[in-house]
């Protein structure tokens, strides 16, 4: 037991810190090339950060381990949600302004409603698996198409502020770029590995360290970027990270999964997880919404959103116990 927990701590560990340097790398190669700040902003730090996700679900997937798969994916939008907007919003209060992101938000509902029909049937198909990256593909080009008709919006605006501290030259940008890749692959793997053991050791389910240890750790490069911006003011990068990566889990990480090998899901998925990240989803497009011209999430309901998450986690914990 004792390795595998090394091997998840320092798995844990190198993932965050390569898919930092990842995310940056690709940033810094995109700015070069001459990509608008807009689309560095929704595709590349939006869907960059979610890397550790799809990485870590796509090899237990491949390894014939679907609980981590959908556990890290649907137990990171909880933590993204619950965890990181809830910490968040409690350093500083999240005010919504870009259009942008208040209009992805609803997407994002049509993609956990997808996710939730596809759960029905107690399993996810390789077909099943085609259509989220379809359904994620057609998503992505609308929002890019309506992104370049604003290139004056809030969030493109505190992309090129972000992009302006950054040195500008093509060598080390791709050398942080590769070189996140790679480690981001050999932690994932790490992890995988570590996880399925302690999770054999211990007699649990795959899917309960999917949900808890995998999905929190693979949520941390979020967290991070999110406070970041969030002390900086730019709360539309905070919020944005969350939402973009809310979409590329439920579409595009479970979507890969599901293609790679077909995967059975086991009813608490649908009845607890789908459903507790459902309804967080939920709140927040309510409270992006609250107020006329904008929404906001205060201090107030930070607190909240991390009780959700520390009442979620307890009643799993309390499912392996009792």
């Not at 556990?71 to 409690?90: C, E, F, H, K, R």
């Not at 905070?238 to 293609?259: C, D, E, K, Q, R």
Request: aromatic share 4%.
């Amino acid at each position: 037991m004792l390795l595998p927990a090394i091997a998840v701590l320092i798995g844990l560990v190198v993932l965050i810190w390569s898919a930092d340097r990842f995310v940056e790398g690709a940033a810094d190669t995109a700015a070069i090339l001459g990509v608008p700040p807009l689309l560095i902003g929704m595709v590349i730090i939006g869907f960059g950060t979610s890397a550790p996700e799809l990485v870590v679900s796509a090899l237990a997937s491949s390894e014939g381990n679907p609980g981590i798969a959908l556990g890290n994916a649907y137990g990171s939008n909880i933590s993204n949600i619950a965890l990181i907007l809830g910490t968040t919003a409690v350093i500083a209060p999240i005010v919504v302004q870009s259009q942008i992101v208040r209009r992805e938000l609803p997407v994002l509902i049509g993609a956990t409603l997808i996710a939730v029909w596809q759960l029905a049937d107690g399993a996810i198909t390789r077909l099943e698996g085609i259509i989220l990256l379809v359904v994620f593909a057609g998503i992505m080009g609308l929002a890019i198409w309506h992104g370049l008709r604003q290139p004056d919006d809030v969030l493109a605006q505190e992309v090129t502020a972000e992009m302006s501290t950054h040195q500008n030259k093509l060598g080390p940008a791709l050398f942080w770029l590769l070189l996140g890749l790679l480690l981001l692959i050999a932690s994932s793997r790490a992890l995988v590995w570590g996880s399925v053991e302690i999770a054999q050791g211990l007699g649990v389910s795959d899917l309960i360290i999917g949900l808890t240890i995998v999905a929190i750790g693979t949520s941390l490069p979020e967290l991070a970027s999110s406070i970041a911006a969030c002390r900086k003011g730019e709360n539309d990068i905070a919020l944005g990270n969350v939402i973009g990566s809310n979409l590329f889990n439920t579409l595009a990480v479970v979507g890969i999964a599901g293609t790679i090998h077909p995967m059975t899901v086991e009813p608490e998925v649908l009845t607890r997880d789908a459903a507790v990240m459902g309804a967080l989803t939920l709140l927040i497009l309510g409270l992006s919404y609250r107020r006329e011209g904008h929404g906001q999430i205060g201090r107030l309901a930070g607190v909240f959103l991390l009780a959700c998450f520390l009442g979620y986690n307890a009643y799993l914990v309390s499912t392996v116990l009792l």
